[in-house]
């Protein structure tokens, strides 16, 4: 009996190695399909960054030597025209009432009116 229980525990031990390769040949083709899919995803972003790569350069001639920011300087120079001219609007609006506007600011500080505010109780006479 003893070299039956022997006969089977070699078969088990046999049927334990060859689970243990087919595990490792698993993980192996695992780890091999993953590498292939990501360089095969790196492959993918470099054609899809060179295709539009190139479709910026081919707008960028339509636009004419690279100046695709000419409509933001017109932008620029129309956004500065109008500054300027409600600069001019509110230093010509100053220079006709500026002195009136100082003359009332300095009367307001200089002539002092106190009053008590309603909130405040009147103190009770005795």
Do not use: C, W
């Not at 243990?20 to 695992?30: D, G, S």
């Not at 509110?90 to 309603?118: C, N």
């Amino acid at each position: 009996m003893s070299a039956q229980n022997s006969k089977g525990i070699q078969t088990l031990l046999d049927a334990e190695r060859d689970a243990q390769k087919t595990v490792q040949k698993a993980r192996e083709y695992r780890s091999k399909r993953v590498k292939d899919a990501k360089n095969e995803a790196q492959k993918e972003i470099e054609d899809y960054r060179k295709q539009k790569d190139d479709e910026f350069k081919e707008f960028e001639k339509k636009r004419g030597d690279g100046q695709h920011t000419s409509g933001n300087k017109k932008a620029e120079e129309d956004a500065s025209k109008d500054a300027e001219e409600q600069l001019k609007t509110i230093k010509a609006a100053g220079g006709k009432k500026g002195d009136k506007v100082i003359e009332d600011l300095l009367r307001v500080v200089t002539d002092v009116k106190p009053e008590v505010p309603d909130r405040v109780a009147a103190p009770p006479k005795a």
